[in-house]
């Protein structure tokens, strides 16, 4: 059982919007930052939003954070086959000093 | 460029110690949390703990404090994961990571290390 929860799969058809959801507590998402990132099929994982809301360089504008209160968002727009993958939301818990994850949500484009 | 470079894989026998590495590069190594995450097959992302190499200061998760140990050389730039007794259920792929963000959000993984126990 994850400490963050997300739901386990979401689908849309190319061309489309996804919204993946995160939910917490006040210890973790309610007092930092959230981080989502990417896994592609026999790959490492890869940061796609850090800080709630911002892209690292490289990541298109498609892809889109928010936080409010004990709950975050990430957003897919123009969805592309390219974008199937596990996603995973993760922060800081400042009750355990350490980090939390999501379960993951897995992508599928239609 | 920031880099983290982990060890090979490896297979090992139940019962049987293990030491697996993450060195880095390209940046001040001393200064940024280190963490190491595991990825059973087929499922999710795991924090197991972290380390600050300038003063080594070692965070574990409670699911895993006692059963590993996380260790840092800064001479080497070089980070560890260490088992003294694997479990058939510590068969799984390993990721060090880099917590560049705030909230420990990490900006440079591995390529992730993977490690099968098997009799």
């Known amino acids: 059982q994850s400490v963050l929860t997300q739901p386990p799969s979401v689908s849309a058809a190319p061309g489309q919007k996804v919204i993946i959801t995160c939910s917490g507590s006040?210890?973790?998402?309610?007092?930092?930052?959230v981080s989502w990132y990417q896994q592609l099929p026999g790959t490492a994982p890869k940061v796609v939003i850090y800080?709630?809301?911002k892209r690292p360089s490289g990541i298109p504008d498609r892809f889109s954070g928010f936080k409010s209160g004990t709950s975050a968002t990430l957003g897919i727009t123009g969805l592309q086959t390219g974008d199937e993958a596990d996603y995973y939301c993760?922060?800081?818990?400042?009750?355990?000093?350490?980090?939390?994850f999501g379960g993951g949500t897995k992508l599928t484009v239609l | 460029e920031v880099f983290l470079v982990q060890s090979s894989a490896e297979v090992k026998k139940p019962g049987e110690s293990l030491e697996i590495s993450c060195q880095g590069s390209?940046?001040?190594?001393?200064?940024?949390?280190i963490g190491w995450v595991r990825q059973r097959p087929g499922k999710g992302l795991e924090w197991m703990g972290m380390?600050?190499?300038?003063?080594?200061?070692?965070r574990y998760s409670p699911s895993f404090q006692g059963q590993v140990t996380i260790s840092a050389d800064k001479s080497i730039t070089t980070t560890y994961l260490q088992w003294s007794s694997l479990e058939a259920s510590d068969t799984a792929i390993y990721y060090c990571?880099?917590?560049?963000?705030?909230?420990?959000?990490?900006?440079?993984w591995g390529q992730g290390t993977t490690v099968t126990v098997s009799s």
């Open positions: 800080d709630n809301n």
């Open positions: 390209g940046y001040r190594f001393p200064t940024s949390w």
């Open positions: 006040g210890s973790n998402i309610g007092t930092n930052s």
């Open positions: 990571a880099r917590s560049g963000f705030s909230g420990y959000g990490m900006d440079v």
């Open positions: 993760g922060t800081r818990d400042s009750s355990l000093s350490g980090v939390v």
């Open positions: 380390i600050f190499p300038a003063d080594s200061e070692t």
